[in-house]
């Protein structure tokens, strides 16, 4: 789980650690979200025995997210690239871009997420320093 690794871390004032080069993208989901939206899935006659997919759709680079992560717990990290090589062996490959499709829940439920990232690092970081699991 790339975004609680990144933020202990960060808070343990240690390098950032990203696999690749830091281009690939992905989407992150706050848990409200997602349980707000499987609550209205289940109270939904209609949706009864289909499959969703339930997220966000707002893209960030990795290297990007860890950019973030550092400005907002005042880390003094650096961002340490690994290629995937020496993270996974070799021939491992990774994906540029994962983005959720979203179409179908917004429609069957007008699904719309409400936490951005920002919302969701404050809190995580909020958590990581309130449970001091980043010391560990």
């Keep these: 789980m790339v975004v609680p690794t990144l933020i202990r871390q960060a808070l343990a004032n240690k390098p950032l650690t ?5 281009s690939q993208t992905r989407c992150f ?32 680079s990795i290297g990007q997210l860890a950019k973030s992560i550092i400005a907002m717990t005042d880390s003094s990290s650096e961002i340490q690239l690994v290629p995937y090589h020496e993270a996974y062996g070799e021939g491992f490959e990774d994906m540029q871009q994962r983005v959720p499709n979203l179409q179908k829940i917004k429609a069957a439920i007008a699904y719309e997420p409400c936490h951005d990232l920002s919302n969701i690092l404050s809190d995580i970081i909020a958590f990581e320093r309130d449970h001091s699991l980043y010391q560990k």
Excluded: M, W, Y
């Excluded at 990203?18 to 830091?22: E, K, L, M, Q, T």
């Excluded at 707000?36 to 997919?53: D, H, M, V, Y």
């Design 18 to 22: 990203v696999f690749g080069d830091g």
């Design 29 to 60: 989901c706050h848990v409200k979200d997602v349980i707000s939206a499987l609550i209205r899935l289940l109270e939904c006659p209609q949706t009864k025995g289909q499959l969703f997919n339930v997220g966000n759709d707002q893209e960030t």
